[in-house]
């Protein structure tokens, strides 16, 4: 079957000064009975794609790699530079699962089990640090305990530390410290796993397009016929399926296919200071709150965060005290970071779905993801992906592939589980990645050199 064409040229951000073809395949593709065309259409030029992305964030740009690795014909359309929304804007911690086990055990088990991929796909896009949960004067005593337990029962391996052993582990952690378990968290570089992601999805002949809003959908007779794009691309798309894969703004795309999702983002604020040294990632052991963690990377640390409900992902408070608060906080199990210069300071917003809770903090809503068929709401060809974490795009990726496949009659096994991601074990490949697709954000802005020349 032969690929789809197309002939207009654009400039995209792969190649910002070199005009490049819409459509590139290098491998052969499924395009699951679709025609293969190109034509004008009121004199717009209008192409075909088997599964149209929206949203290249970790899960948009996991969900391409996932598509087109079963060699389903794939597009995938991002407003800004990838992975400009929650992932590059996230704390970036890999997640061991410890934080939710004893409230919300499947947000763990999927947690344990992605940390535990990545570990053996994702080189240098993550680093294993390990992790501490530390018990402060006034934490609660049973609530370790239980996690400690919940932990045992998942799966996620612990080892108790007494306040002496955790001081000794742990240069400069509070002598407060009354004990602490050491889990198996780490750190994540997001900038370069949504670009590695995104670089496969390309080798495998799918099309990345980063600065290509989409403006609007078109369903007729119960599914989405057109989807227009904006930005760099300016054209429109006849998609087989569209994935609404846009975190926090799923309820507005959905919206455009005349179809409700009830989002209940959440912002929080991440502070980044000078500080040498830190090995493990650090958790305070109570009830979510603002301030219970500190992620290290080289030469800094990444203090936060808070939950603050917000209306409209784009458009939204920062609050002087959520910042003042959270290093506050942090300070309680890093003393020396309350003084500690500020490098850089930056908000994100939670993708969490809760049709049925949009009261509170939000921190009691599930980091558990949800794949949305929206045939149930009258659309066939059109699915969403909402909630998870960071830590969990992966599965979710391979969850909504699994179905997308399935509905195109395509009996093709994920493989992203055990295949490493491209430049995984060179960091100047990955930078290269990230600078490619306009990828850099604030979490890894450290640890990127995104200005690193394109490798070809
Ligand atoms: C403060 C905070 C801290 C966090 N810390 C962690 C952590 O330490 N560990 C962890 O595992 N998880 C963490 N998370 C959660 C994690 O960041 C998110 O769950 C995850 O990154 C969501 O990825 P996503 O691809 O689904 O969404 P996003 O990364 O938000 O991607 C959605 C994309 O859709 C794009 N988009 C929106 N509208 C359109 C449109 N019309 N056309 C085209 N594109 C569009 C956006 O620009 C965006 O890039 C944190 C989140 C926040 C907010």
């Known amino acids: 079957m032969r690929p789809v064409e197309i002939t207009v040229e654009v400039y995209s951000s792969a190649s910002k000064t070199q005009p490049c073809p819409l459509t590139a395949t290098s491998a052969p593709r499924v395009t699951a009975g679709l025609p293969d065309f190109s034509f004008h259409e009121a004199g717009i030029m209008t192409y075909t794609t088997t599964v149209l992305v929206i949203g290249g964030g970790a899960t948009g740009t996991g969900i391409a790699r996932d598509l087109a690795l079963r060699g389903i014909d794939v597009t995938l359309a991002e407003r800004n530079g990838l992975s400009s929304g929650a992932t590059s804007r996230s704390h970036g911690l890999l997640h061991s699962g410890a934080r939710y086990a004893e409230a919300d055990r499947i947000g763990a088990e999927e947690c344990i089990a992605e940390n535990q991929v990545l570990r053996s796909i ?106 227009i794009l904006g930005g760099e691309v300016n054209d429109t798309v006849v998609p087989r399926i569209v994935v609404n894969a846009t975190g926090a703004w799923a309820e507005t795309v959905a919206a455009m296919a005349g179809v409700k999702v009830e989002m209940a983002p959440s912002r929080g604020v991440m502070i980044s200071v000078e500080y040498d040294g830190l090995g493990p990632a650090l958790n305070r052991c109570r009830d979510p709150e603002d301030g219970d963690i500190v992620v290290p990377h080289a030469g800094e640390v990444v203090l936060g965060t808070t939950s603050v409900p917000v209306t409209d992902p784009d458009n939204y408070e920062k609050a002087d005290w959520e910042i003042e608060k959270s290093i506050r906080e942090c300070a309680q199990m890093l003393p020396a970071v309350a003084d500690a210069p500020v490098v850089r300071t930056w908000w994100g917003v939670r993708p969490l779905y809760a049709p049925d809770e949009a009261k509170g903090d939000r921190r009691g809503i599930s980091r558990g993801f949800f794949v949305l068929n929206h045939a149930n709401d009258g659309v066939d060809n059109f699915f969403s992906i909402v909630g998870g974490k960071l830590t969990t795009y992966r599965q979710m990726a391979e969850a909504v592939a699994d179905q997308v496949s399935a509905q195109l009659g395509i009996d093709a096994a994920c493989t992203t589980a055990t295949r490493p991601l491209p430049g995984a074990d060179d960091p100047d490949q990955l930078d290269a990645f990230v600078a490619r697709y306009d990828a850099q954000g604030p979490t890894d802005a450290d640890v990127v050199r995104a200005s690193t020349p394109v490798k070809a």
């Not at 799966?155 to 052993?165: D, K, M, P, Q």
């Open 122 to 227: 994702a080189g240098h896009c993550i680093r294993d640090t390990g992790g501490l949960f530390v018990q402060l004067p006034g934490d609660d005593a049973d609530y370790f305990d239980e996690k400690r337990a919940a932990c045992a029962e998942i799966g996620i391996e612990t080892r108790l530390l007494t306040a002496a052993e955790a001081q000794d582990q742990v240069p400069g952690l509070s002598d407060r410290v009354e004990r602490a378990m050491w889990v198996p968290d780490g750190v994540v570089y997001p900038s370069r796993l949504s670009a590695a992601n995104a670089a496969d999805a390309e080798a495998h002949g799918g099309t990345i397009y980063p600065h290509a809003p989409l403006e609007d959908l078109v369903v007729e007779n119960g599914r989405v016929v057109k989807a």
